[in-house]
C-alpha cells in the first residue's frame, strides 16, 4: 500500500530550490499580518481620480513602526529598497541586496519582522516574550531575474493601494462580465481582470516541437510561476496544459484562461474556476462574442490563441483599461 500523498507545501512557504538567495539580486518580498495584529493601514482615496485624490494608505500605529524599520534597512550598505509600501493587511518590499551575503536574505527578512515586534510589544507595554508578533509565520518572495521583472514589480508595489480600492469600492467590476480594451482590441472578460497587470506571468504553452532544453526552461518558468504565487495564462486546449493549470490552482497560483469562443452575456465559468473567480485568482477572457455559434477549435485558432497568452504575459500590465457597458474608460 502507498503512503498517503504528501500535501502540497503552500507557495508562500516555499523557496526557490534552483536560487542562491545569498547572491545579489532584487526580490519582491511579501509578508501577511498576523491574524490578532490590528490593520497596518488604512485606504483613502479615489481609485478613479489619481490626479485629484490618489489612492494611498495611512498609517497605523502599528504600521508606523514597520515603516520606520522598513526604510531603517538602506541604512546598512549591502540593502537598498526600492520601493515599498504598507498595505492594511500585508507589506511589500522591493529588497535589493547588492554584495553576496553570508546568510541567505531570508535570516534578514527574519530579523525584520522580529525588530517590528519587539518594537510594537514594548510599545504597548507587553512583558518581553509575551503577545502576539505583528506578522504571520514565513514570506513570499518573488524574483526579479531581469530588469523588465524589476519594473513590473516597482509598478505593482505603487499600483497596489488603487488596485484594492477598486475591489473595495467596486466589488460588482469583479463577479460579472465586464469588457477591457487590450492594445487597442476590445474583450470581454470575467472574474478579476486586474490579473492583467500581476508581475508575474507566464504563457503555458505546450509544444511536441520543443527541444528537451526548451522543454526544461519552459517547466521551470512555470514551477517558478506557481513558487512566487504568479499567475499562469493560457486557453489551456492540451491535457499537458491542463495538468500545469491544475497544479497551479492546487498550489496557490491564478489563472487567466482564454476562452476560445469568446464570453456571452451570461457566461459564468463552471466548476473550480468559478470558485477561483469568487477567490479573485481567475480571469477569463474572449474575443467579443458576435453570434450564438461556436466556431471550430481547428490548428490555426488554436496557434492564434497560444500567440495571444504569449502577449498577454509580455504585455498585458503596460497596456490595458477597463472599459464600461456604455463604453467609457471606467478604471485603468
Not at 509578508?31 to 498609517?59: M, Q, W
Not at 502577449?311 to 497596456?319: R, V
Request: glycine residues 6%; contains cysteine; hydrophobic residues 35%.
Amino acid at each position: 500500500m502507498q503512503p498517503p500523498r504528501k500535501p502540497h507545501c503552500p507557495h508562500n512557504n516555499r523557496r526557490a530550490i534552483f536560487h542562491d538567495y545569498q547572491a545579489p539580486c532584487n526580490y519582491m518580498i511579501t509578508i501577511s499580518k498576523a491574524k490578532e495584529c490590528p490593520p497596518f493601514s488604512c485606504l483613502v482615496g479615489n481609485p478613479k481620480a489619481l490626479d485629484e485624490d490618489p489612492p494611498r494608505t495611512v498609517l497605523s500605529c502599528v504600521g508606523r513602526i514597520i515603516d520606520e524599520q522598513i526604510r531603517s534597512i538602506n541604512a546598512m550598505p549591502q540593502f537598498a529598497v526600492c520601493n515599498y509600501v504598507v498595505m492594511p493587511d500585508h507589506v511589500h518590499i522591493l529588497w535589493h541586496v547588492a554584495c553576496r551575503l553570508p546568510k541567505d536574505v531570508g535570516f534578514y527578512v527574519g530579523l525584520f519582522k522580529a525588530r517590528c515586534s519587539k518594537i510594537w510589544r514594548e510599545q504597548q507595554g507587553m512583558p518581553i516574550g509575551s503577545g502576539e508578533p505583528v506578522f504571520a509565520p514565513k514570506y513570499n518572495d518573488r524574483i526579479a531575474y531581469t530588469e523588465d521583472l524589476f519594473h513590473r514589480f516597482h509598478r505593482y508595489i505603487a499600483d497596489n493601494p488603487r488596485r484594492r480600492l477598486m475591489v473595495m469600492r467596486y466589488p460588482e467590476l469583479f463577479d460579472r462580465r465586464q469588457s477591457v480594451r487590450i492594445n487597442g482590441r476590445e474583450m470581454d472578460v470575467y472574474g478579476n481582470f486586474q490579473l492583467l497587470r500581476h508581475p508575474v506571468i507566464s504563457a503555458v504553452v505546450v509544444s511536441s516541437r520543443y527541444t528537451e532544453e526548451e522543454r526544461r526552461a519552459h517547466e521551470n518558468e512555470w514551477d517558478e510561476t506557481i513558487r512566487a504565487g504568479g499567475v499562469l495564462v493560457s486557453p489551456f486546449i492540451s491535457k499537458a496544459e491542463k495538468k500545469v493549470m491544475l497544479r497551479g490552482m492546487e498550489e496557490g497560483a491564478s489563472i487567466i484562461r482564454i476562452i476560445p469562443e469568446g464570453i456571452e452575456q451570461k457566461y459564468k465559468p463552471s466548476g473550480r474556476e468559478f470558485d477561483l473567480c469568487a477567490e479573485g485568482r481567475c480571469l477569463h477572457i474572449g474575443a467579443l462574442r458576435s453570434s450564438a455559434h461556436k466556431a471550430d477549435l481547428h490548428r490555426a485558432v488554436c496557434m492564434e490563441l497560444n500567440d495571444m497568452a504569449r502577449w498577454l504575459a509580455a504585455n498585458a500590465d503596460s497596456g490595458m483599461v477597463l472599459v464600461s457597458k456604455n463604453n467609457n474608460v471606467s478604471g485603468q
